[in-house]
């Protein structure tokens, strides 16, 4: 099945600072998302990106999807968003909506 | 338009005993998928319905159960509970029949002792 790779694992940022965090796979999908978890454990959709680039707010993302990776990127970070990100990503065609998801990366922005 | 809705939200159950978790979709979505979150194992697909017939099964044992219902409404069965099953379970919805775009719900969080 595909493998996801989330770097970096953990991100201590002071508020203000930018992030990018990355998604590798090791398999070509045509189904890719970014979620943040928040305190609660639900996922909040952040983007649906099988491809190119999105921006919402202080958040964009990319992925290139020939060379098996995507990146989130958060500028102006604040408080809020710290927690967890995930990267999901599967292919439709053998696996239907199934998504293999990556092992987050644990953002903490300080004050 | 609602989101996607789990009940219950928290369960305590005792090994041995069996668990019914539900899910209702957003309205219009014909696929539901099931994720188990453990810390130590991460956010692992369960199984993943679609229009009342599972597509996609992971590497679960036969325990995991789940049907969908022609609502597209979904629940998931646990039977011989065991302390390992203690988890956070998410259900997920989308329109299904290609890769759309998925939404969770808050999540079922279940304490087995």
């Given at each position: 099945?595909?493998?996801?790779?989330?770097?970096?694992?953990?991100?201590?940022?002071?508020?203000?600072?930018?992030?990018?965090?990355?998604?590798?796979?090791?398999?070509?999908?045509?189904?890719?998302?970014?979620?943040?978890?928040?305190?609660?454990?639900?996922?909040?959709?952040?983007?649906?990106?099988?491809?190119?680039?999105?921006?919402?707010?202080?958040?964009?993302?990319?992925?290139?999807?020939?060379?098996?990776?995507?990146?989130?990127?958060?500028?102006?970070?604040?408080?809020?968003?710290?927690?967890?990100?995930?990267?999901?990503?599967?292919?439709?065609?053998?696996?239907?909506?199934?998504l293999t998801f990556g092992e987050g990366t644990q953002l903490t922005v300080n004050p | 338009k609602a989101g996607v809705t789990q009940t219950p939200r928290y369960?305590?159950?005792?090994?041995?005993?069996?668990?019914?978790?539900?899910?209702?979709?957003?309205?219009?979505?014909?696929?539901?998928?099931?994720?188990?979150?453990?810390?130590?194992?991460?956010?692992?697909?369960?199984?993943?319905?679609?229009?009342?017939?599972?597509?996609?099964?992971?590497?679960?044992?036969?325990?995991?159960?789940?049907?969908?219902?022609?609502?597209?409404?979904?629940?998931?069965?646990?039977?011989?509970?065991?302390?390992?099953?203690?988890?956070?379970?998410?259900?997920?919805?989308?329109?299904?029949?290609?890769?759309?775009?998925?939404?969770?719900?808050?999540?079922?969080?279940?304490?087995?002792?």
């Amino acid at each position: 099945g595909i493998q996801v790779e989330q770097s970096p694992p953990d991100l201590i940022l002071q508020e203000g600072a930018n992030s990018t965090l990355r998604c590798n796979f090791s398999d070509s999908v045509n189904n890719l998302q970014w979620f943040h978890q928040n305190p609660w454990g639900q996922l909040i959709n952040l983007f649906y990106i099988p491809s190119g680039t999105k921006q919402n707010g202080r958040l964009s993302a990319t992925t290139v999807a020939t060379e098996r990776y995507s990146l989130l990127y958060i500028s102006s970070s604040q408080t809020t968003d710290s927690g967890v990100y995930f990267c999901a990503g599967g292919i439709q065609e053998t696996s239907g909506s199934r998504l293999t998801f990556g092992e987050g990366t644990q953002l903490t922005v300080n004050p | 338009k609602a989101g996607v809705t789990q009940t219950p939200r928290y369960l305590i159950k005792t090994r041995g005993q069996q668990v019914t978790l539900s899910c209702s979709p957003i309205s219009g979505h014909r696929s539901v998928s099931w994720y188990q979150q453990t810390p130590g194992q991460g956010l692992q697909f369960l199984f993943e319905y679609f229009s009342e017939t599972q597509r996609n099964k992971g590497n679960f044992p036969g325990r995991f159960s789940g049907r969908q219902f022609s609502n597209s409404r979904s629940e998931m069965n646990v039977s011989t509970l065991e302390l390992g099953d203690s988890a956070l379970y998410l259900c997920a919805s989308s329109l299904g029949g290609g890769p759309y775009e998925q939404y969770f719900g808050p999540g079922t969080r279940l304490t087995v002792t």
